[in-house]
T-cell receptor
Framework: EDQVTQSPEALRLQEGESSSLNCSYT??????LFWYRQDPGKGPEFLFT???AGEEKEKERLKATLTKKESFLHITAPKPEDSATYLC?????????FGTGTRLTVIP | GAVVSQHPSRVICKSGTSVKIECRSL??????MFWYRQFPKKSLMLMAT?????????EQGVEKDKFLINHASLTLSTLTVTSAHPEDSSFYIC??????????????FGPGTRLTVL
């Protein structure tokens, strides 16, 4: 059965304090691992797709990496506008299976 | 590109009434759309997969007679919550699948619809 575990559940950072969010997964036949950002009361916003171990993708202050068991979303020098819930999802044999997210708060 | 809209963004209705939510892919065609439900501080739960021109596929535990899905065109899917009750109050989010090359599909999400049943 597909499983996605995200940690930590919540993270508070000072502006400029870099950190990483973790997404551990178990899936049969990974067809893609997705990162989304969700603001309160909004739908998820697509960030990245990773397909194979060793792959990395970057967008502004965000960098996503993938191994065979987990993915990390690294946030470098975050700003208050990076505050949001970050969702990880895996696409295996079935449809997207989401983790419960990491709620990130960046304090000015 | 890859914009998905939902309408309405918020709806309040009385118990027993039906509510229709529309999901549109604005700048691409989507043969497959998805309907999710999200409870406060919880992750997205897939309710059903909507396929253009055919019947929707419902996840286990989702009542297909209560949550009617119609995927009438390549850019529009609708979810109708029939005889809504307070326990149906939730945040409903749709997504549309944009097919990439070599099986690299991506789901783009709508902004969500907040349903409150009184």
């Amino acid at each position: 059965e597909d499983q996605v575990t995200q940690s930590p559940e919540a993270l508070r950072l000072q502006e400029g304090e870099s950190s990483s969010l973790n997404c551990s997964y178990t899936v049969s036949g990974l067809r893609g691992l997705f990162w989304y950002r969700q603001d309160p009361g909004k739908g998820p916003e697509f960030l990245f797709t990773l397909y194979s171990a060793g792959e990395e993708k970057e967008k502004e202050r965000l960098k996503a990496t993938l191994t065979k068991k987990e993915s990390f979303l690294h946030i470098t020098a975050p700003k208050p506008e990076d505050s949001a819930t970050y969702l990880c999802a895996v696409h295996g044999a079935n449809n997207l299976f989401f983790g419960t997210g990491t709620r990130l708060t960046v304090i000015p | 590109g890859a914009v998905v809209s939902q309408h309405p963004s918020r709806v309040i209705c009385k118990s027993g009434t039906s509510v229709k939510i529309e999901c549109r892919s604005l700048d691409f065609q989507a043969t497959t759309m998805f309907w999710y439900r999200q409870f406060p501080k919880k992750s997205l739960m897939l309710m059903a997969t909507s396929n253009e021109g055919s019947k929707a596929t419902y996840e286990q535990g989702v009542e297909k007679d209560k949550f009617l899905i119609n995927h009438a065109s390549l850019t529009l899917s609708t979810l109708t919550v029939t005889s809504a009750h307070p326990e149906d109050s939730s945040f409903y989010i749709c997504s549309a699948r944009l097919a990439g090359g070599g099986g690299t599909d991506t789901q783009y999400f709508g902004p969500g619809t907040r349903l409150t049943v009184l």
